[in-house]
């Protein structure tokens, strides 16, 4: 009788098991897709025709970004550009929380930052990834989001470039995150920085050269 039984128990654990596996599982895909697809919201693409009747794309370094929006247009279309980036990735960290809990507003994060960077309805032509993710780190933990804005900031304010500052404030989110963070945090940190990277290859390979622009010292001031 006994053998049966526990039998049968041992069964019935196992099926809820691989049901709340599933049900995990399942909320990370939504979490991430989600993400992906508030990440395809181009602010600086819709900016730059409601307010130019242009495609941002189509000028300074071809990106889909707030940087090139200041580039192109001046400080105050950099600014609500930079604005709407950060908060498709605090929007992204909140829907995954809602969905699942902290793992799941980690997926939903880097599904925001990979929509922003490759955007299937902008036909894949997207940003670099770097105001939505810092929405999405300050989301995640204000205190690791200040952190690396300061860093961000100091860098920016040394070199007047923002790619620098850029892969400076990503490089110390991934320190932050490999000392103090959670296996989860870790994750999504490495990820992060892997990608900004990708995304900032030819700035890197200027920085190398000398050749890097100096955006802020030449942006456009307010007519």
Same mark, same amino acid.
């Given at each position: 009788?006994?053998?049966?039984?526990?039998?049968?128990?041992?069964?019935?654990?196992?099926?809820?098991?691989?049901?709340? =596996?599933?049900?995990?599982?399942?909320?990370?895909?939504?979490?991430?897709?989600?993400?992906?697809?508030?990440?395809?919201?181009?602010?600086?693409?819709?900016?730059?025709?409601?307010?130019?009747?242009?495609?941002?794309?189509?000028?300074?370094?071809?990106?889909?970004?707030?940087?090139?929006?200041?580039?192109?247009?001046?400080?105050?279309?950099?600014?609500?550009?930079?604005?709407?980036?950060?908060?498709?990735?605090?929007?992204?960290?909140?829907?995954? =929380?809602?969905?699942?809990?902290?793992?799941?507003?980690?997926?939903?994060?880097?599904?925001?930052?990979?929509?922003?960077?490759?955007?299937?309805?902008?036909?894949?032509?997207?940003?670099?990834?770097?105001?939505?993710?810092?929405?999405?780190?300050?989301?995640?933990?204000?205190?690791?989001?200040?952190?690396?804005?300061?860093?961000?900031?100091?860098?920016?304010?040394?070199?007047?470039?923002?790619?620098?500052?850029?892969?400076?404030?990503?490089?110390?989110?991934?320190?932050?995150?490999?000392?103090?963070?959670?296996?989860?945090?870790?994750?999504?940190?490495?990820?992060?920085?892997?990608?900004?990277?990708?995304?900032?290859?030819?700035?890197?390979?200027?920085?190398?050269?000398?050749?890097?622009?100096?955006?802020?010292?030449?942006?456009?001031?307010?007519?």
């Amino acid at each position: 009788m006994r053998g049966p039984f526990v039998k049968a128990n041992g069964n019935r654990y196992f099926q809820e098991y691989k049901k709340q =596996r599933k049900s995990v599982m399942l909320a990370y895909i939504e979490s991430a897709a989600l993400g992906y697809i508030i990440g395809n919201i181009q602010f600086a693409v819709i900016f730059s025709y409601l307010l130019h009747r242009d495609d941002v794309r189509h000028h300074g370094s071809g990106n889909a970004g707030s940087t090139n929006m200041l580039r192109v247009y001046g400080k105050k279309d950099g600014i609500i550009t930079f604005a709407g980036d950060l908060l498709k990735g605090v929007a992204g960290v909140l829907i995954g =929380r809602l969905l699942g809990g902290e793992n799941c507003a980690y997926m939903g994060a880097m599904g925001v930052v990979l929509g922003h960077c490759y955007p299937a309805f902008f036909g894949f032509h997207g940003g670099k990834g770097v105001a939505s993710s810092l929405g999405a780190v300050f989301a995640l933990n204000p205190l690791y989001g200040g952190i690396v804005s300061i860093v961000a900031a100091i860098v920016a304010i040394a070199t007047k470039t923002i790619s620098a500052a850029s892969l400076s404030g990503t490089a110390a989110y991934l320190i932050i995150a490999l000392i103090w963070g959670t296996n989860g945090n870790k994750l999504f940190a490495a990820a992060l920085f892997i990608l900004i990277c990708i995304r900032h290859r030819e700035n890197i390979a200027r920085m190398i050269a000398g050749s890097e622009g100096r955006v802020l010292e030449k942006f456009k001031k307010e007519k």
